[in-house]
């Protein structure tokens, strides 16, 4: 069972970068990571995907561990409109958990 | 490009009664999702249609729930019977085949009186 474990909160201050972590301990060699976050009463938005190797895109950076059980999404600047809920899945289980709640401080 | 489309956005029904709600995914997406939120909560998964593929189920909460996706595309999910614990905001998303990101819709929030 491909289940993420993530901390249930984290602070930041605005630009200063966040480093949230998830663990995947059992995520099977083929199944992609994907993080997501979710802003109040929308739905949630994609952040970035990988499989093996680090990923950047305009959003974030995705650092994933050799062995894989575990990943870091990393966002350089933290803003004001980076305070959501970011929740990391596998791609083969679905299973979101409570994600992490980013509060980012003026 | 138009995104996830769901419909209505707000339902207000009363105990007993069976609701449909309705998913619009993105033009050529083959996979579909549903997904439940309770409030204050995580996402719980639903079902999951790939193309001609037999659905995915296993996340169905009893048999009150049932899904059905029509040409590839359009999704309806039925609740039959709703209970008052069948109040929360049912998502669906889209994706072009299952490793690839999910794009959502904002969901329809489903209260049970």
């Known amino acids: 069972d491909a289940k993420t474990t993530q901390p249930n909160s984290m602070e930041s201050n605005e630009e200063e970068p966040v480093h949230l972590p998830c663990n995947h301990s059992?995520?099977?060699?083929?199944?992609?990571i994907h993080w997501y976050r979710q802003l109040p009463s929308q739905g949630p938005e994609y952040v970035i995907h990988g499989l093996t190797s680090n990923v950047n895109n305009r959003m974030a950076s995705l650092a994933i561990a050799e062995d894989r059980k575990s990943s870091t999404l990393i966002l350089h600047r933290a803003t004001l409109r980076d305070a959501a809920v970011y929740y990391c899945?596998?791609?083969?289980?679905?299973?979101f958990g409570k994600g992490t709640k980013l509060t980012v401080n003026p | 490009g138009a995104g996830v489309s769901q419909s209505p956005s707000n339902k207000v029904t009363e105990k007993g009664k069976d609701v449909e709600l309705r998913c619009d995914p993105i033009?050529?997406?083959?996979?579909l999702y549903w997904y439940r939120q309770s409030l204050g909560q995580g996402l719980e998964f639903l079902i999951y249609f790939q193309g001609n593929s037999a659905p995915d189920k296993s996340g169905l909460p009893s048999d009150r729930f049932s899904a059905e996706r029509t040409g590839g595309s359009v999704s309806t999910l039925t609740i039959q019977r709703t209970q008052q614990e069948d109040s929360a905001v049912y998502l669906c998303a889209s994706s072009l085949i299952r490793d690839q990101p999910q794009h959502f819709g904002d969901g329809t929030r489903l209260s049970i009186l």
């Open positions: 033009s050529g997406h083959t996979a």
């Open positions: 899945i596998s791609s083969e289980k679905l299973v």
């Open positions: 059992t995520i099977s060699g083929t199944d992609y």
